[in-house]
């Protein structure tokens, strides 16, 4: 059973290492969520991510035992990188079992510690298999992501930062709660256990993502419930089994569990990046995502501390984000116009969105579509506009005009 001398120790160990990472007031999601919020800027950690703490904290102990000569892990990207960290700064081998569909970036992070990564499975479950095979048969030592004691109490010790640098803001003496990204459930139940050791009536939120939804239905029903797949663009916390060593630890300590979707993700993303000035992976933001979307209830000015817990998004993935979210919030509209094929008409409709004050920031011109009436045209175009009264004024002149348009989202 995990104490606060282990997490104590955990800080110890990690001094050498971790980042001691900021802790900052919110004030633009404070006065969104009527709560006081302060974010715990895990994407700044060492290597990204909070991961690097129970790993290392995983290997200190490991080393200062018997001493070993590898570590294998399972990761869909942030662990592994924690794992190929510690390894390559006790100089002793990693072994990364990374499922196939992992970003580059992540994949090239755990590469650049020295660590040799090994694609397999299409999830984080398939990849696990395969590493435990691997650590048993070459006799090897496996640094489990989430369900080890050594792991959570490193992933703890965000609790014990954030307990002492809350007492640095004026008037504020206390957290009235701490909302936790969940995926197999190693940082919430370390942070719980952490939290409540110095403030037993601290609540404990973990937010979960839909696509993912394994460890949240295991709260809700008080067992272990395993899902048949999982899809999320929270790639960290997309976990398709259920473990029982955290789960147990989650149902004593953590006091409500909720769920947000892709499209809450997304946005969350979008606002920290915009709003906050912070670059974070779709597993650090469910936890402002259920704050926009107001998924979180406890009373009117509570203290809360939201954990980003790691920051190494994929571009390809950021770059498809910014651009639905222009779409969603009005800022960006594409349509596919008709025009009578002939000189002239496109140079028409470029002056109609020049007196619309709507800037073209890309078009396409194709005549040879099957859906066209002879001496037809379509035209594709991405526009930015100034919100959703700007696009109504610019359906509106399209149509006093006698264009026939569709819209594509």
């Not at 989430?146 to 954030?162: H, K, R, T």
């Not at 892709?262 to 597993?283: H, T, Y």
């Not at 960006?332 to 094929?341: A, F, G």
């Not at 073209?360 to 526009?383: K, N, P």
Request: aromatic content about 6%.
């Amino acid at each position: 059973m995990l104490t606060l001398r282990d997490f104590q120790k955990a800080v110890q160990r990690l001094e050498k290492v971790a980042h001691t990472t900021p802790l900052a007031y919110a004030p633009v999601l404070s006065d969104k969520s009527s709560f006081t919020i302060f974010l715990k800027k895990e994407n700044l950690q060492v290597t990204g991510s909070f991961k690097l703490r129970g790993a290392f904290n995983k290997i200190a102990t490991l080393m200062e035992g018997c001493g070993i000569k590898g570590v294998v892990a399972a990761s869909a990207g942030n662990h592994a990188q924690g794992v190929a960290f510690s390894a390559q700064y006790f100089n002793i081998k990693a072994t990364i079992f990374m499922p196939e569909s992992t970003p580059l970036n992540k994949v090239q992070g755990v590469e650049s510690y020295g660590a040799e990564v090994v694609l397999k499975g299409s999830n984080y479950d398939e990849a696990y298999g395969y590493a435990i095979e691997y650590a048993k048969s070459h006799n090897l030592e496996f640094v489990h992501p989430f369900a080890d004691e050594d792991v959570m109490a490193g992933q703890g010790s965000v609790a014990l930062e954030v307990c002492e640098q809350i007492k640095h803001f004026k008037d504020i003496d206390k957290l009235d709660a701490i909302v936790v990204p969940v995926g197999g459930g190693g940082l919430i139940s370390g942070i719980a256990v952490a939290a409540k050791e110095l403030n037993p009536n601290i609540k404990i939120i973990g937010v979960a993502a839909e696509g993912a939804p394994a460890m949240a239905k295991s709260f809700r029903e008080k067992h272990v419930i395993n899902t048949e797949s999982v899809r999320t663009i929270a790639d960290g916390i997309a976990v398709k089994n259920t473990s029982d060593v955290t789960l147990k630890i989650i149902l004593e300590y953590v006091d409500e569990m909720i769920t947000v979707c892709d499209d809450e993700i997304a946005s969350a993303i979008l606002f920290l990046l915009e709003r906050q000035k912070l670059l974070v992976e779709g597993a650090g933001a469910v936890g402002v995502a259920a704050l926009l979307y107001n998924k979180i209830d406890l009373p009117k000015g509570s203290n809360v501390c939201v954990v980003l817990s790691g920051g190494n998004i994929d571009v390809t993935m950021l770059s498809l984000i910014i651009e639905k979210g222009l779409v969603k919030s009005s800022r960006k509209m594409k349509l596919v116009v008709t025009l009578i094929d002939k000189p002239g008409a496109l140079e028409e409709f470029a002056h109609l969105m020049k007196v619309s004050q709507a800037n073209i920031v890309q078009i396409g011109y194709d005549r040879t579509s099957t859906d066209l009436e002879f001496g037809d045209a379509h035209v594709s175009v991405s526009l930015e506009t100034k919100g959703l009264e700007h696009q109504n004024e610019i359906r509106t002149i399209l149509k006093e005009y006698g264009y026939s348009f569709k819209e594509l989202h």
